[in-house]
């Protein structure tokens, strides 16, 4: 397996070009939220939007929009019934993420089922927490080249592949990679990543970073990345280790890292990663 | 064209008289924010407040009054239905901002109707974001005198002028500006201000910025500034190259500078012109 | 007139005794806040809760209940409808502020009958914003002792005591202050209380600091020491002095300065008067 | 009695072992906040989740779901209503705090009912506020072993022993520590705490701190501890002796420390106490 490093990060947060707006850097649609965990995909919302991806837009509870705009002007917001209206908002996605907060009910399996049917080729999709308990549950298949990521923790990736934890070998699990033919983000607290080229392991995380949220700002990061940066393994790859390590950093003043504090601290961070890889190539 | 600099600002920002009040520094009422796009209008409203207009009221659909109150308790808040509460708001205006998050429906185009119709000489009118779809759709002209700002990305000035985007030379939104007889700030990561006297282009703007809310936090700027400042074109301009400066200077610390972080610094940043603008004047 | 200083600070902020609680700091019950002016008692309950009142209630329009708890949970809410649940809490107040953003209609004027109604020997209320335009329009009097304050700009203060702003001289101030037998807080640029005893000027305050909501700011901050220094006098002075002197400080490195960052500082500077008394004290 | 000292924090905040998961840190279930005090169980919720506890949940009136969001969408929120799923998310706890906010009307007496037939034995239950009022109003006992703290002050400390305040000496306390059969924190600018084992008094404790929600946050605290720690009693100690630590430290300069800043301050003290442990560890 290869070990991530600061590389994997100057190696996609390059200096943005001057000619820029806000299309350049993608549009990603969030998916999740229901009545109870609407934390959740404010928690993405958040870790998306200050990753830098262009325009973010949430569809949730409508129970949760004033919440998310009292934290988060910068994001639009749809109510989450099955309307034209969310078809069409789907339609103009560059990533699509679903999962965070979803919850387990027959709206969220709805929700699921029109996602991954409109799906189109040209889009990613991130499936995170209770959307991949529904995709275990429904023995979906993505049966043609999709792009999709998944990021289930241990027990999720139990029930997506069957294989019991003490399974969850580096062959087990990349043999599953090649199965579902997606992306795998299998986070612990040395999260890995499979996918159909390569086997990637994380050296960092802290356990000041073990608490409820986490995985929501990582999906929202790594929506954020996918939708801005080109090389798409590279920015996922790029996304968990920069999650890591900006928790680590944290982590040495901080005995409990939440995690809207690493999305709060992700504009200076990719800063100081743009800068090394400059200086880096200043050097060569 | 004349190139914008730090002198449009020490011209504009200069330290208040102290028998002052807060009527002294203008009345802004902002319109926009559907129940999708909360968001934009109270980004507006952040700018339009922190930038030192006096008394900020912001007519938003009802869903959106909490968001804004738990993130500003110094707005006003009014229902956006055509009460005569709101036409009573209106005609109490110095400045009225149409447009962030207003959407393109006809409840969104029977209030830029209503705007328009009872605009009053002395006031002055910023058309932002949907509202310059609206216009343009509807074939409005502006067939007397009147005070407007317009606000477009090159996607809503190909709407508004016809001009397609490889079209629009400084020649011929020249033309256009002295058709529609308005001030033009057409905005691109160069952003460029047309007015019946001049053309200036602003020299600043950072990719770092390129991110969905940044426009709405400039109209918010600048309906604040025309509340305030005397010299009315002076106060576009300052607004237009305050918003680029300050961008600029988190974006050396920041990857990507979020629109509600520019408002958040602009008490600091204008304290800083008022007094380069007593320094330089000390010196004469 | 007696000029204020730093020593109606030192005179008023003191080292708290080891043996309080919560009760030893008293109780305010702020009542305001309709449909479009929630802000406003937002940002008293502010100044009141940070400037050290030690139970802090507001009575609003329950559409302000979720932006007042996101901002501020330590204060308690209560609709604002005449309840016995209403009576019963004006019946637990030390103080009363009636009026930030109270509005002109029947509801707010049923709500200052009961109040000035109900308000008991022991009780201070302070009456600003609408309410003292209600109480003028109803030609109300306080025809027995009463402790009220009054907090009148200059506009509220014609329609208070008959006197237009031009003969609002000294001499005029203190006989209509007699006629009321209350005390007036006559906010300008350069504010003065006059009281039954003494004419005060405040040699402070700030241009940086005429924004919508500073009058809310301050009336929260008279309701907080009223309810927690004994001497009240010295406790309206006091009041009336930190609110400028902050908006000074803080106004020498902004161009504005928002109410609720007076607000915010309050805890930080109370302490240094605190400390400058003690220092003072120990010179003795 | 022994007095608590900085030896019973770096005793039990030790440092996270690197193979941990938010399921490590414990589940709390909060339950408390009615119409009118919903700022209570927000509180509480902050303290809970920034002093680490791994999930934390709230089980609130609908009402403050909102506002419990906008300020921390770490945790997650529940209906109060007496449903299938409200008995289900109790059953998951490892620790149930009742009380902050509750109120004292018969719903408010249904949850506690509830709550404490429910209760299983390998749960924490922490009964504070306005449950200990309903606890005492009810002649509930205890009546085979629980694992209960209660955490009064000397009013509810009246109500529930029926002691009155004069009467509250240490032995009378401790005879009743034993009657009820429960851990007692009994809370005033000097809290004493009762256990089976030992009896314990707080050294620290700033006037500062009398402030409404002190109460709420440091109940939040207790819980968090339980759910994380493993030394019960021990953890019970630290969870007071630092939420006074953090109070007076705040406290040399802010002459009023709110309740939410308490909160705000727990990860970078605990962390200091991490540390502090270490550097002890290895001078042994």
Same mark, same amino acid.
């Given at each position: 397996m !290869?070990?991530?490093?600061?590389?994997?990060?100057?190696?996609?947060? !390059?200096?943005r070009?001057?000619?820029?707006?806000?299309?350049?850097? %993608?549009?990603?649609?969030?998916?999740?939220? @229901?009545?109870?965990?609407?934390?959740?995909?404010?928690?993405s *919302? /958040?870790?998306?939007?200050?990753?830098?991806?262009?325009?973010?837009?949430?569809? &949730? *509870? /409508?129970?949760?929009? $004033?919440?998310l705009?009292?934290?988060?002007?910068?994001?639009?917001? =749809?109510?989450?019934?099955?309307?034209?209206?969310?078809?069409?908002?789907?339609?103009?996605?560059d990533?699509?993420?679903?999962?965070?907060?979803?919850?387990?009910?027959t709206?969220? #399996?709805?929700? =699921?089922?029109?996602?991954?049917?409109?799906?189109?080729?040209?889009? +990613?999709?991130?499936?995170?927490?209770?959307?991949?308990?529904?995709?275990? #549950?429904?023995?979906?298949?993505? @049966?043609?080249?999709?792009?999709?990521?998944? $990021?289930?923790?241990?027990?999720? +990736?139990?029930?997506?592949? %069957?294989?019991?934890?003490?399974?969850?070998?580096?062959? @087990?699990?990349?043999? +599953? #990679?090649?199965?579902?033919?997606?992306?795998?983000? =299998?986070?612990?607290?040395?999260?890995?990543?499979?996918?159909?080229?390569?086997?990637? !392991?994380?050296?960092?995380?802290?356990?000041?970073? *073990? $608490?409820?949220?986490? %995985?929501?700002? =990582?999906?929202?990061?790594?929506?954020?990345?996918?939708?801005?940066?080109k090389? !798409?393994?590279? *920015?996922?790859?790029?996304?968990?280790?920069?999650?890591?390590?900006?928790g680590? /950093?944290?982590?040495?003043?901080?005995?409990?890292?939440?995690? $809207?504090?690493?999305?709060?601290?992700l504009?200076?961070?990719?800063?100081?990663f /743009?800068?090394?890889? @400059?200086? &880096?190539?200043?050097?060569?």
């Open positions: !290869k070990e991530l490093s600061k590389e994997n990060l100057t190696a996609v947060i !390059k200096t070009l001057q000619n820029s707006h806000k299309g350049t850097f %993608g549009r990603s649609v969030l998916i999740g939220g @229901n009545d109870s965990y609407g934390g959740a995909i404010i928690m *919302a /958040e870790a998306c939007v200050k990753a830098g991806c262009g325009l973010t837009s949430v569809s &949730t *509870a /409508e129970k949760n929009h $004033t919440a705009h009292a934290r988060l002007p910068e994001a639009m917001v =749809l109510d989450w019934t099955l309307t034209q209206e969310f078809n069409d908002l789907i339609d103009t996605a990533v699509i993420l679903i999962g965070p907060g979803l919850g387990l009910d709206h969220s #399996q709805h929700i =699921l089922d029109n996602v991954l049917q409109q799906q189109k080729s040209s889009q +990613w999709l991130v499936i995170d927490g209770s959307a991949i308990t529904l995709f275990a #549950q429904n023995h979906y298949s993505l @049966n043609y080249p999709k792009q999709v990521v998944f $990021t289930p923790h241990q027990m999720e +990736w139990e029930r997506l592949s %069957g294989l019991k934890i003490i399974d969850q070998t580096v062959e @087990n699990n990349q043999l +599953w #990679q090649m199965k579902l033919g997606a992306t795998i983000v =299998l986070k612990s607290h040395r999260t890995e990543i499979y996918t159909a080229n390569a086997k990637y !392991k994380n050296p960092l995380g802290s356990p000041a970073m *073990a $608490t409820g949220g986490m %995985g929501d700002t =990582l999906a929202g990061m790594i929506a954020s990345f996918l939708a801005q940066f090389e !798409k393994e590279a *920015a996922v790859c790029a996304a968990v280790y920069l999650h890591s390590f900006i680590e /950093e944290l982590g040495k003043e901080n005995y409990v890292v939440l995690p $809207t504090e690493i999305s709060k601290n504009p200076y961070y990719m800063k100081r /743009e800068q090394l890889h @400059n200086k &880096t190539e200043e050097k060569r």
